[in-house]
C-alpha cells in the first residue's frame, strides 16, 4: 500500500512540473503567427508585371533550370509543383496571382521529404534565379 502511495505521489508531482512548463496556448499561437510572418515574407516576393502567363511560363523556366523536374502546372490557379530529387527529396510549389494592379505577387514553399523548408537558402536561390529570369524576359533576352 505504501509503494502505491510514493508511486501516486510521484506521478502526480510529475504532472504538476510538466504542466508547470506549459506555455499557454495564446503564447504558442503568437510564437506561431510571428514565426509565419517571417516565412511568409522570405517565401514572396512580388514583381511590375501583370501577365500571369509569361510569369508561370518563366517560373517553370527556372524551376528546370535548378534542376526541378515540373510535376504540375495550373494556369487557371496560377501555380506550378516541382521536385528535385539530388539524394534528397525537395518539393517546391510556386504561385503567382494578381497584386494591386500592376503587379505579380510569386510565392514559393518548399518541402524537404515532408518538413516544411524554413530556412532562407531555397528560397533565395530560387528568387535569385527568378528575379534574372523575368528580367531577360521583359526586355526579350533569350
Known sequence: MKKIIISLWVIGLSLTVMVGCQTTS?????????SQVQ??????RSFDTTDK???LRTVIATLQDLGFVVDKADEVLGTVSGTKLDGYSLRMTVTVRHRGKS????RANAQYNLTSV????????FFTALSKAMFLTANSVE
Open 26 to 34: 495564446k503564447d504558442q499561437l503568437l510564437k506561431t503567427d510571428s
Open 39 to 44: 516565412l511568409r515574407s522570405i517565401q514572396t
Open 53 to 55: 502567363n509569361t510569369t
Open 103 to 106: 503587379q505579380l505577387l510569386v
Open 118 to 125: 524554413s530556412d532562407p537558402e531555397p528560397y533565395q536561390n
